[in-house]
Structure formats: structure tokens, C-alpha cells
């Protein structure tokens, strides 16, 4: 199993890195989320600084949600999907190694939202260790959402509404638990960020047992 949910991460990063959709144009666009809720707050920089953390997990969940539809939309055309499961992979295998795929690329959309946030907010970071530890939760969470539903909806022809009308309630908890460790992590909360943070590791935890269990079913269904 693990070897090939290695070898589905590996193709789907190889196509990433020889098409760089991540890079070209999903980070612009997250980073146009960042300027344009930077151009709205601009007159007032303590609502800005205020809600800093809170737009950053916006942004990569919305970037999230684009991988996630192109992740499987790379495999509807063509019969990709078919041909992998006739090549003898499980269908979690392939679900799974999307999920890896999708985390890595989620990561690499994080730093530089989180570039952004720091330029275009003008916030002071007072806790590297905490954005850290709550920004690898945080995207890991919704690549294993992206996935699990990216699998539900492939083929569909509504799967450009369907999936983040799927997605985006169940990563609210994500959402909240990653802002307000933000919060802290940037000095505007004196919360307690790593109890925060612990709650989003218990979400990762428990959307891994979900899906571990419904990966490969969905697939097959779908």
C-alpha cells in the first residue's frame, strides 16, 4: 500500500513540477485574495493586523480547493482514473497518494501566503514555532479533505460548485482552530495557541480515520 500511494504522489508531483500549476497560478491567485482583503482593510491597519490570521487560512483554503479540483480533473480526462485502477492500484492507494500530493503542494501555497501576510499586513510574528506547527496541520487537514471529496465528485458535471460546497463546511473547523492559533502566533490573541494547535492535529487525526476508511469505497463508487 504505502508503495503505491508513493508512486500516485510521485507522478502527481512530477506533472505539477513539469506543468507548475501551484506555482503560476494558483499562488497569484491566492496572493490576489491576500491584496484584495489587504485594499479593503487599508483604512483601517488594526482590523487588518486583526484579521490577518483569519484571511490566511481563507486564501489556502481556497487554494486548496483549486488543487484539489485540478488534482482529479487530471485523471477524468482521458480514462486516467480507469487506467490506474486496471493497472492494479488500490483505490485508496490513489486516493492517498493524491492526499500526499495535495499536502505538499497546500505547504508550498502556505509559505508564500504567509510571505504575503507578512508584507501586506504588516504583522510581526511572535511565535515561529506555533505558525509552524499549525500551518502543517492546517493544510494537511484540508489536502486530506481536497482528496476525499475530489474523489466524490470526479466526472461530475457540477464538480466545479459541488466540491467546495462539500468542502468548505467541513474544513470550518480547521479554519477556526488555525486562526485562532494564528492569533496568538502573531500577538493579536492571548489565547493559549498550542491548545489551538493540539485541536487541529485531533482534526487531522480523525479526517485520516475517516478517510482511511471511505478512500477507497468513494472511489470505487465514483
Given at each position: 500500500m504505502l508503495?503505491?500511494?508513493?508512486?500516485?504522489?510521485?507522478k502527481?508531483l512530477?506533472?505539477?513540477?513539469?506543468?507548475?500549476v501551484?506555482?503560476?497560478q494558483?499562488?497569484?491567485?491566492?496572493?490576489?485574495?491576500?491584496?484584495?482583503?489587504?485594499?479593503?482593510f487599508?483604512?483601517?491597519?488594526?482590523?487588518?493586523?486583526?484579521?490577518?490570521?483569519?484571511?490566511?487560512?481563507?486564501?489556502?483554503?481556497?487554494?486548496?480547493?483549486?488543487?484539489?479540483?485540478r488534482?482529479?480533473d487530471i485523471?477524468?480526462e482521458g480514462?486516467?482514473?480507469?487506467?490506474?485502477?486496471?493497472g492494479?492500484?488500490?483505490?485508496?492507494?490513489?486516493?492517498?497518494?493524491?492526499a500526499?500530493?495535495?499536502?505538499l503542494?497546500?505547504m508550498v501555497?502556505?509559505?508564500?501566503?504567509?510571505?504575503?501576510?507578512?508584507?501586506?499586513?504588516?504583522?510581526?510574528?511572535?511565535?515561529?514555532?506555533?505558525?509552524?506547527?499549525a500551518?502543517?496541520?492546517?493544510?494537511?487537514?484540508?489536502?486530506?479533505c481536497?482528496?476525499l471529496?475530489?474523489?466524490m465528485?470526479v466526472?461530475?458535471?457540477?464538480?466545479?460548485?459541488?466540491?467546495?460546497?462539500?468542502l468548505?463546511?467541513?474544513?470550518a473547523p480547521v479554519l477556526?482552530?488555525?486562526?485562532?492559533a494564528f492569533?496568538?502566533a502573531?500577538?493579536?490573541?492571548?489565547?493559549?495557541?498550542?491548545?489551538?494547535t493540539?485541536?487541529?492535529?485531533?482534526?487531522?487525526?480523525t479526517y485520516?480515520?475517516?478517510g482511511?476508511?471511505a478512500?477507497?469505497?468513494?472511489?470505487?463508487?465514483a
Amino acid at each position: 500500500m504505502l508503495r503505491e500511494i508513493w508512486l500516485v504522489c510521485r507522478k502527481d508531483l512530477t506533472i505539477e513540477w513539469r506543468a507548475r500549476v501551484t506555482l503560476v497560478q494558483i499562488v497569484p491567485t491566492v496572493l490576489l485574495v491576500l491584496v484584495v482583503f489587504a485594499f479593503a482593510f487599508d483604512a483601517n491597519p488594526t482590523l487588518l493586523g486583526a484579521g490577518a490570521g483569519g484571511l490566511f487560512w481563507v486564501a489556502v483554503l481556497f487554494g486548496a480547493v483549486l488543487g484539489s479540483k485540478r488534482s482529479f480533473d487530471i485523471e477524468a480526462e482521458g480514462g486516467n482514473l480507469d487506467a490506474l485502477r486496471l493497472g492494479g492500484l488500490a483505490p485508496a492507494a490513489i486516493v492517498w497518494g493524491k492526499a500526499t500530493a495535495l499536502a505538499l503542494q497546500s505547504m508550498v501555497v502556505g509559505v508564500f501566503a504567509a510571505a504575503g501576510l507578512l508584507v501586506l499586513f504588516s504583522v510581526t510574528v511572535e511565535d515561529w514555532l506555533l505558525i509552524v506547527a499549525a500551518g502543517l496541520c492546517g493544510t494537511a487537514a484540508f489536502a486530506v479533505c481536497g482528496a476525499l471529496y475530489g474523489a466524490m465528485t470526479v466526472g461530475l458535471r457540477s464538480a466545479d460548485t459541488l466540491l467546495p460546497l462539500l468542502l468548505i463546511p467541513v474544513a470550518a473547523p480547521v479554519l477556526l482552530a488555525g486562526t485562532r492559533a494564528f492569533d496568538v502566533a502573531l500577538g493579536t490573541s492571548a489565547d493559549q495557541g498550542w491548545s489551538w494547535t493540539a485541536l487541529l492535529a485531533v482534526v487531522l487525526v480523525t479526517y485520516i480515520a475517516v478517510g482511511w476508511a471511505a478512500a477507497g469505497p468513494l472511489l470505487e463508487d465514483a
